[in-house]
């Protein structure tokens, strides 16, 4: 059985078509039916479909999103490092953790989606630069972020050099909103997420899989001095639960997925079964677990989970 301890978030991929209006739509109801937060993907070109009526700004969603709810913490998994500037990045995600009176989660990567960047010219680097100038950027926005007011930040950056910044607007979360590093990287990816995060997330990954991540993570954090349980390790997962095998079935076909795949890479199943996968990621240290809910249109889909998942857990 799952633990007390484990939350669940609602997390889409607009890319693949939603418009504003459609994600207001799904936050509040998640926020309505108890779900711990709304987060969305940072793409702007939809993989495997026509992605109509087109993307959306991550951090300009949010900020209208933080506007029309109260309670529901809102974040991106993850924000690209190659679309913005860390500076200007820094700026909007502080803004948004105002608008929103402090719910913000702010995810950050490395970038891994060439087409996207080419469809909208933007640089892509290789992915040791990309990495490298993740790291750089998480160094430019926590420092901007922890000045204390009053102060200047400045960064000597091979990529960002920062000079006498005033560091502001500062987060309404103090020192800054919780920031989540992800994926399966072996060796660069524990360790940033050791050095800056609040949050570790492995994303559709296997029980095996994400068993070895979060070793992975905690030996990281031991060998750097950091206690491994002040992070939160979390999971990702797609979702399609229904009452009975042909809603279940129904819900996979919308999302153009079958259904003995889905039970056993996904989220998939009854609401018992649900209960027990989460219960064994569970026990391997996630304490969240982020619902991928690839059609926007179905909210019944989150009342469901909401109804007969969320208060067994």
Not at 209 to 219: E, L, N
Not at 276 to 296: F, P, T
Request: hydrophobic letters at 40%; proline letters at 7%.
């Amino acid at each position: 059985m799952a633990t007390p301890t484990v939350e669940l978030r609602v997390f889409t991929e607009p890319q693949q078509g939603a418009s504003y209006d459609d994600l207001l739509r799904v936050a509040q109801a998640a926020e309505r039916a108890g779900f711990g937060a709304f987060f969305r993907s940072d793409h702007y070109l939809a993989m495997n479909s026509d992605g109509l009526p087109g993307p959306t700004d991550a951090w300009i969603t949010l900020a209208g999103i933080a506007r029309e709810t109260s309670t529901i913490r809102l974040g991106t998994l993850v924000t690209s490092a190659t679309f913005r500037y860390p500076g200007p990045l820094a700026i909007s995600v502080a803004q948004v953790d105002a608008m929103s009176g402090g719910r913000v989660d702010f995810g950050l990567g490395a970038g891994w989606f060439e087409e996207e960047h080419k469809a909208y010219g933007i640089p892509f680097p290789s992915l040791g630069e990309r990495f490298d100038k993740l790291e750089e950027s998480l160094a430019v926005i926590t420092g901007l972020w922890e000045t204390p007011s009053g102060e200047t930040f400045s960064h000597d950056g091979k990529y960002y050099p920062i000079v006498d910044s005033p560091a502001l607007p500062k987060p309404v979360q103090s020192p800054r909103p919780p920031i989540l590093i992800g994926g399966g990287g072996k060796k660069r990816t524990p360790a940033l997420a050791v050095k800056y995060a609040d949050e570790f997330n492995i994303p559709f990954a296997s029980l095996a899989d994400t068993d070895a991540q979060f070793g992975r993570v905690r030996d990281a954090a031991s060998t750097a001095g950091r206690d491994p349980s002040s992070l939160i390790y979390s999971t990702a997962l797609v979702l399609c639960c229904g009452r009975t095998e042909e809603e279940i079935a129904r819900r996979a076909g919308v999302i153009g997925r079958e259904v003995p795949e889905l039970r056993e890479n996904g989220l998939a199943g009854s609401p018992a079964e649900l209960v027990d996968k989460i219960g064994r990621y569970s026990e391997l240290g996630a304490e969240r677990v982020y619902l991928q809910m690839l059609d926007l249109s179905d909210i019944d889909h989150l009342e469901l989970v909401a109804s007969e998942v969320i208060p067994q857990l």
